[in-house]
């Protein structure tokens, strides 16, 4: 009797030094309809679990990208988000440099009013950038398709941009290969342009708060063993394979465009971690 009492005396004691190891991690809430939201955080939840660290997801509230980039780190803001890469971030945030989404992310199909299906279909893609189209507010790609030439009209949101595009005040939407599939079949008076794309250097990765050395570590280690066992590419061609296979980027005329926000330490040599 008195061992059994000293057995649940000292599970009772373990049990808040176990519940204090377990760290709660904060990311945006997501439409987890769209397999480009879904992903991340399927990459995510299986990055923490292979590193071995004791963290439970939780969502905060929804919000734009701008206002999650800002209030990262802070009492009601995620600890975590997943976002393109630029100078200005990397000087902010700390990233995580393995790029998510092995730069798909870059390579962007136009979104276009069913009835301009013919019409693209018979452009080059330098006329591109006499055509006016829309992008974030605030997306590094904003900044990127108008260092290229291309007309572009600063939208807060993706509802609103694909507004403007419905009613004709834009001509097209670049859209990355991830997104355009679920977003054409959602709205029954846009299709996917014929033949041409988009293409820029583009790393989408992990940030965390410049305190979070830990779970940047974590996320790192994470990350990189998921990368050996090729667990990494089997999620990814779980999500995207048929995407890719539909997109046929292999055959379409490509504009490609600079990307002088790109950081330097963009690991561009690790052909491992890119399409």
Not at 25 to 30: I, K, N
Not at 43 to 67: D, E, I, K, N, S
Not at 200 to 214: C, K, Q
Request: glycine share 6%; aromatic share 6%; net charge positive.
């Amino acid at each position: 009797m008195n061992r059994l009492r000293r057995l649940l005396l000292a599970a009772l004691a373990a049990a808040p030094a176990a519940a204090a190891a377990v760290r709660r991690v904060h990311y945006p809430a997501q439409d987890l309809d769209n397999r480009a939201n879904r992903y991340p955080l399927q990459l995510l939840r299986a990055a923490l679990a292979r590193a071995g660290a004791h963290y439970q997801l939780a969502p905060v509230q929804r919000m734009q990208q701008g206002r999650a980039l800002a209030e990262i780190g802070s009492a009601r803001g995620p600890d975590v988000i997943w976002s393109a890469t630029s100078q200005a971030r990397e000087r902010s945030l700390l990233p995580i440099r393995i790029p998510l989404y092995k730069g798909l992310i870059g390579w962007r199909l136009l979104l276009v009013r069913k009835d301009d299906l013919a019409r693209f279909a018979s452009l080059a893609p330098a006329q591109l950038r006499g055509l006016r189209c829309a992008s974030g507010h605030d997306w590094p790609d904003t900044d990127i398709l108008e260092q290229g030439g291309l007309q572009v009209a600063r939208v807060r949101g993706t509802d609103s941009i694909l507004r403007l595009l419905e009613d004709g005040h834009i001509d097209f939407f670049p859209r990355s290969a991830v997104e355009i599939w679920d977003e054409a079949a959602a709205h029954p008076r846009l299709a996917v342009a014929p033949r041409l794309a988009i293409h820029y250097p583009l790393a989408s990765y992990f940030f965390v708060h410049r305190d979070g050395e830990r779970l940047a570590s974590d996320l790192r280690t994470g990350l990189e063993a998921l990368l050996q066992d090729g667990s990494f590419d089997k999620l990814f061609q779980e999500n995207f394979g048929e995407l890719l296979k539909q997109a046929r980027l292999q055959e379409r005329q490509i504009l490609e465009l600079n990307n002088p926000d790109l950081p330097p330490q963009t690991p561009l040599a690790r052909r491992a971690l890119w399409l």
